[in-house]
């Protein structure tokens, strides 16, 4: 009788555990925000430049998550784990099994011709993006 309830207590502890961490996630976020609208209204009530809005700063970091160098290393990251654990699970006789190794090999193959475009993209000089804007002759 008791074997029943470990399942049955895993899974309300571990859905519980979820829930709570996205209410705190949830507070931390609304506390955030109640304390960038309270500055943001001192700062217009004393005549003085806002700082910057939560979304500039959020802006400013996605322009860091498509930094080819970081896209690049992920690649490479994610090919390797990928070859070894194909080689690794074949080796332990799990021939069927070792071709979930290619899932995280083909992601890193992606992330690195993701990589490539962002690095011709950003080989471009100014009149070259200039130019792509511009409608075909």
Known sequence: MNVFWIPIVAIVFGIGI????????HMRRTQILEHQHRERMAAIEK???????????EVSRSDRKSDP???LRSGVLLLGLGIVLYFAI???GGHEGALFGFIPATLGLANL???AVLFNR??????DRADDHLPPQ
């Open 18 to 25: 979820a829930m709570l961490g996205l209410w705190t996630d």
């Open 69 to 71: 160098a970081r896209v």
């Open 90 to 92: 074949n080796e332990a």
């Open 113 to 115: 011709a993701y990589a």
């Open 47 to 57: 005549g003085i430049t806002l700082p910057p809005t939560r979304s500039e700063i």
């Open 122 to 127: 950003g080989r471009a000089t100014p009149l």
